[in-house]
């Protein structure tokens, strides 16, 4: 018998095998868990990812707060089209310097038009390191993200 939780490492293999290319691959996330009701992943944080002052820059917690959301979005919203983030707000809670960052994406609200999703940072310890919310647009089938304008002609 199969479980959620073999579901969603199984979702979580398929993600790593497909959704770790360009910059998800240079923050270095590893997906955990995916399904329709929650992404989670880890990375490894270190003097790649530091500001000026040697600490892990705001910049990286929000790109893996949006690259979560719009992964569970995505997931959720499934066949009937894309999702495009519209709005990121992340909060910065402790400074760190370098270790294994675990991550987790669950639903607010998921509707016919827009989601919102909140995505928790913690570490090693599980000290909550950032914590953002993103409301996300449902695209479906047939619209393209700029609102189904075309391209003027050249």
């Given at each position: 018998?199969?479980?959620?939780?073999?579901?969603?490492?199984?979702?979580?293999?398929?993600?790593?095998?497909?959704?770790?290319?360009?910059?998800?691959?240079?923050?270095?996330?590893?997906?955990?868990?995916?399904?329709?009701?929650?992404?989670?992943?880890?990375?490894?944080?270190?003097?790649?990812?530091?500001?000026?002052?040697?600490?892990?820059?705001?910049?990286?917690?929000?790109?893996?707060?949006?690259?979560?959301?719009?992964?569970?979005?995505?997931?959720?919203?499934?066949?009937?089209?894309?999702?495009?983030?519209?709005?990121?707000?992340?909060?910065?809670?402790?400074?760190?310097?370098?270790?294994?960052?675990?991550?987790?994406?669950?639903?607010?609200?998921?509707?016919?038009?827009?989601?919102?999703?909140?995505?928790?940072?913690?570490?090693?310890?599980?000290?909550?390191?950032?914590?953002?919310?993103?409301?996300?647009?449902?695209?479906?089938?047939?619209?393209?993200?700029?609102?189904?304008?075309?391209p003027p002609e050249r």
């Amino acid at each position: 018998m199969t479980t959620d939780t073999d579901q969603g490492r199984a979702h979580a293999d398929k993600a790593n095998e497909h959704l770790t290319a360009g910059f998800t691959k240079a923050i270095g996330l590893n997906y955990t868990y995916v399904t329709a009701d929650r992404v989670a992943a880890e990375f490894t944080v270190g003097p790649d990812h530091h500001q000026p002052f040697g600490i892990v820059h705001g910049g990286v917690y929000c790109a893996v707060v949006e690259t979560l959301a719009s992964v569970a979005a995505s997931y959720w919203f499934g066949k009937q089209g894309q999702v495009v983030g519209v709005n990121n707000n992340t909060d910065f809670m402790r400074a760190v310097r370098e270790g294994v960052l675990r991550a987790e994406a669950l639903p607010v609200h998921r509707g016919k038009l827009q989601q919102l999703w909140e995505v928790t940072i913690v570490d090693e310890r599980d000290k909550l390191i950032a914590r953002g919310k993103v409301r996300l647009a449902n695209l479906p089938t047939g619209l393209t993200p700029n609102g189904g304008a075309q391209p003027p002609e050249r």
